[in-house]
């Protein structure tokens, strides 16, 4: 019944585009797509890379997630960590979970985001 993942979705403030492009194209290199108009006029975007899309959504008030995130897999954690950090982002790295590399971070909104090597 179930097949995979389209999206997840993480909350933005209102007029958060830019700041949101900067990080989720600049510094995670996702890929930016087009929104249909309805939802255009709502705020927010949409990116992807590979078959992960996330979305951001404009949210009255924001508050950011601070503890739900989506967690995502990557071929290479330590670029990304390299990445993040090059560009002010903290890495806090996790080693809970036996054979498997992960960071968590936060979005330039605040949203914690964790990402996974096998």
């Not at 909350?11 to 930016?32: F, H, I, N, Q, W």
């Not at 790295?93 to 036996?98: G, K, L, S």
């Amino acid at each position: 019944m179930l097949a995979a993942l389209h999206h997840a979705q993480v909350a933005v403030p209102k007029g958060a585009e830019d700041v949101s492009r900067a990080y989720y194209v600049g510094v995670l290199g996702m890929t930016e797509l087009p929104k249909p108009p309805v939802l255009a006029a709502r705020g927010g975007c949409w990116f992807a890379a590979g078959g992960l899309e996330i979305h951001t959504g404009v949210e009255e008030p924001f508050i950011p997630a601070r503890k739900a995130h989506p967690a995502i897999l990557v071929t290479d954690i330590d670029e990304l960590a390299a990445a993040l950090t090059a560009a002010g982002h903290e890495v806090a790295w996790d080693q809970t979970i036996p054979d498997k590399r992960r960071l968590h971070t936060f979005d330039p909104h605040g949203n914690r985001l964790e990402f996974i090597q096998q």
